[in-house]
Structure formats: structure tokens, C-alpha cells
Nanobody
Framework: QTQLVESGGTLVQPGGSLRLTCRVSGTSISVYWLYWYRQAPGKEREFVASITPNSVTQYIDSVKGRFIFSRDNARNTVYLQMNNLMPEDTGVYYC??????WGQGTQVTVSS
């Protein structure tokens, strides 16, 4: 059974940084695309970033230049480095494996 567990979310001030981690068990991530999504209060879940097996990344426009998505296949783990955080980045961040396997989410709150 494939499981994804996110961690690293917390309260941070505007302009701060966080690194989210998603550890995957039950399958090797090396051949899969992975994704980060987020859901702000009262809004629908939205795509944030993707990474291919060859570590080619894509981002929504609002996080380009601030977020970095990376993977460590040996650790079966992916990371989302988030810099210069803004209040509009607040939400629950979910990791998703190619297909339909999701983590439980980790809360990121950007507020002074």
C-alpha cells in the first residue's frame, strides 16, 4: 500500500522560508511524477508544482522564482523549498504521486 506523509508546515512570518517534506512508502518514486497541491481556506485545491522522474519541474506563476521542488529517489522523498513566503501562500499543502495517491496534508500559515 502506497503512503505519502507530508511534514514541515508551520506558522511563518511574511518573507520567511519553509521546507516541506513528503516521504513515500510502499513504492519506489524513481519512475513517477510527483506533485504539490495546496488548498486555502474556502477555496478549491490548486496545483502548485510538479517534478518528473528526471527532475524537470513546473510551477504555477504565483510561486515561480520563490519555490523549488526537488526529489531524492534514494530516500523516496520529495521536498518543496518555499522562500519569500506571502500570506496568500497560506493553506494545506498536499503531496501527490502520479496516479491518485495523496498525503494527508501539512498546514502552512503565513502571517505576522
Amino acid at each position: 500500500q502506497t503512503q505519502l506523509v507530508e511534514s514541515g508546515g508551520t506558522l511563518v512570518q511574511p518573507g520567511g522560508s519553509l521546507r516541506l517534506t513528503c516521504r513515500v512508502s510502499g513504492t519506489s518514486i524513481s519512475v513517477y511524477w510527483l506533485y504539490w497541491y495546496r488548498q486555502a481556506p474556502g477555496k478549491e485545491r490548486e496545483f502548485v508544482a510538479s517534478i518528473t522522474p528526471n527532475s524537470v519541474t513546473q510551477y504555477i506563476d504565483s510561486v515561480k522564482g520563490r519555490f523549488i521542488f526537488s526529489r531524492d529517489n534514494a530516500r523516496n522523498t520529495v521536498y518543496l523549498q518555499m522562500n519569500n513566503l506571502m500570506p496568500e501562500d497560506t493553506g494545506v499543502y498536499y503531496c501527490k504521486l502520479e496516479g491518485n495517491d495523496w498525503g494527508q496534508g501539512t498546514q502552512v500559515t503565513v502571517s505576522s
